[in-house]
């Protein structure tokens, strides 16, 4: 006897090769050591494995990417353009406050992205106030820990299963 499929489909599947990047700066592979108090206790592979698994089950395919290295986020953004990559999510890192570069790489990709940053950089030293990404971005999600880069993909696969 073979297993009936779910009568109510996932609402945000997507087609089976949409593809979203999601793009992490420097520091962020210290997550869950580094500055809890700011960043919580969650590492970078655990919300990579929630992403992921999440996009599995959407039918999404989700890559990602961390570096400590402008250059070679820069890079990523370069390829991604070329790898057909839908959306982008996208937390710099440090690089949201200093990069016009990655700004610059992100602007001339012409992908659409979601910013996400895990502390509310606006509640934080006041040169962590500004970001070079905001004002090219679909939307920003900042202060609300690792959740917000479930929130930015939630976001993105509702708005890929309407276009």
């Not at 489909?9 to 089976?16: I, K, M, S």
């Not at 610059?104 to 030293?125: Q, T, Y």
């Not at 939307?139 to 509702?158: K, Q």
């Amino acid at each position: 006897m073979r297993k009936q499929k779910d009568a109510s489909p996932d609402p945000t599947t997507a087609p089976e090769q949409t593809r979203l990047l999601v793009l992490h700066g420097p520091n962020l592979n210290l997550l869950g050591t580094r500055e809890p108090r700011y960043y919580g206790s969650t590492t970078l592979a655990e919300i990579n494995r929630a992403l992921a698994q999440r996009a599995e089950r959407a039918g999404v395919v989700l890559e990602t990417f961390q570096s400590n290295h402008e250059g070679a986020l820069i890079e990523r953004v370069h390829a991604a353009r070329e790898q057909n990559i839908r959306y982008m999510i996208i937390n710099p890192a440090a690089y949201t406050h200093t990069s016009i570069a990655l700004r610059d790489a992100v602007a001339g990709s012409g992908i659409a992205f979601v910013e996400v940053h895990l502390s509310n950089i606006h509640a934080r030293e006041p040169f962590r106030h500004h970001s070079h990404f905001s004002d090219l971005a679909i939307g920003v999600i900042c202060g609300l820990g690792s959740e917000g880069y479930l929130l930015a993909l939630e976001y993105l696969l509702r708005r890929i299963a309407t276009e």
